[in-house]
């Protein structure tokens, strides 16, 4: 909530109050993490007086960008070692929390994964909308009104197709797909300026991503390494081949139109 108020203050005009709310979110996420993170196992207590650990206790923080860089490896460490132990509810947060921190490969697994704590469980058991839990074992009175629970239907889009807004209206946008194993993904994705359309062909030799940018928008796009990539076409031409510290390849800013991206 302080980073959205510092934000809003920025936007208009409103310098001291932005100044002020950035050091609040400073001093917040410092004692945060001089609180409640131990230093020597690398994860999150539940509380200033508990030694107990949780997932809950990581996948919030890790989710909301409380995690310091050099600490992310190790909680999500932790994390991959909990599987969905948590609700449904926060299923959601924890899809949020691996997906920014770049695991697509664990993410399609919790997404796909088929025991008794999953979205195909739901299925298995003919469900017309997402359950209030994972199945009636865990809650036997839970009620049938739970849309919240259906967090794969906004984690595809944002983060195994990668589109996601960078500014109001998706006049900029991010186009950064995470298919991990995926051979395969088609998507439309509507937005507010049309709908932004993305085809992914991945074999172990070329990964082709075609994309449909909205007129009056822009997109950031980048691509996964998921092999050891020699040259960038885009649009049929070689460009320089720019690989980030997140281990990305960058593609830079693309214009409305079609556009191809073979690596």
Request: proline letters at 4%; a negative charge; hydrophobic letters at 40%.
């Amino acid at each position: 909530m302080l980073v959205l108020l510092q934000q809003m203050a920025t936007l208009i005009g409103k310098e001291d109050d932005a100044e002020q709310l950035k050091e609040e979110c400073q001093m917040l996420r410092r004692v945060f993490n001089q609180l409640l993170f131990d230093e020597e196992k690398g994860v999150y207590r539940d509380g200033v007086d508990s030694e107990h650990i949780s997932l809950h206790a990581n996948l919030f923080p890790l989710a909301l960008g409380l995690v310091e860089e050099e600490n992310v490896p190790r909680v999500m460490e932790y994390i991959r070692s909990r599987g969905l132990v948590c609700s449904v509810y926060a299923a959601q947060f924890l899809m949020d929390a691996i997906y920014q921190s770049g695991d697509g490969d664990y993410g399609l697994k919790m997404l796909t994964k088929e025991d008794e704590r999953s979205w195909y469980n739901m299925v298995r058991h003919n469900a017309t909308i997402t359950y209030e839990a994972w199945d009636d074992k865990f809650k036997n009175n839970q009620d049938w009104n739970h849309a919240w629970g259906a967090a794969p239907a906004n984690v595809i889009p944002r983060y195994v197709v990668g589109v996601r807004p960078l500014e109001p209206g998706f006049a900029r946008m991010l186009i950064s797909p995470q298919t991990s194993t995926l051979k395969s993904v088609e998507a439309v994705v509507p937005t507010i300026r049309g709908s932004v359309e993305v085809d992914i062909q991945s074999t172990s030799e070329k990964y082709v991503m075609r994309v449909k940018i909205p007129a009056n928008a822009v997109a950031e796009v980048d691509l996964p390494m998921l092999q050891e990539a020699e040259e960038l076409l885009i649009d049929g031409e070689i460009v320089p081949l720019i690989i980030t510290e997140n281990h990305r390849i960058e593609c830079g800013e693309m214009g409305s139109g079609e556009h191809t991206f073979e690596v």
